[in-house]
């Protein structure tokens, strides 16, 4: 019961911060939540724990499709076709993992995304504020 009662209010806590996220913090969100989910589907490849396994690489592919969904190719269209191929890859090399039963495509679908990651981490806050100004302007 205690179990159940804490995921109910960690979704509530999740969709709370979601409800009033900037767009910069939803991606973050979903960089971590990526690398979580990579780490958890591994661990359960190490332990054969087939059915966690199933659970989170389907969760880490929804967040694979959620963050190329969240690429704009107008703003860059080379950097949107780099990218697009790069979450096509990461998506290859999870079913690879889960299909093989090895941690090594994991492996490396984690180094690929550290460094994005980092670099999403890392942009200024002045940047994100004119990016999403932009972006409002735009759609108004």
Known sequence: MYGRNLKAYQRTNLEAELSVADPHRI??????????RLAQAKGAILRKDYEYKANRVAKAVGIVNGLQASLDRRQDPELYDRMYALYDYIRELINDASAKLTTEP?????????????AWDSIPPEARAEAYARRQGEAG
């Open 106 to 118: 994991l492996d490396e679908a984690i180094k690929l995304i550290l460094p994005i990651k980092q």
């Open 27 to 36: 991606v973050q969100m979903m960089f971590e939540g990526l690398l979580e």
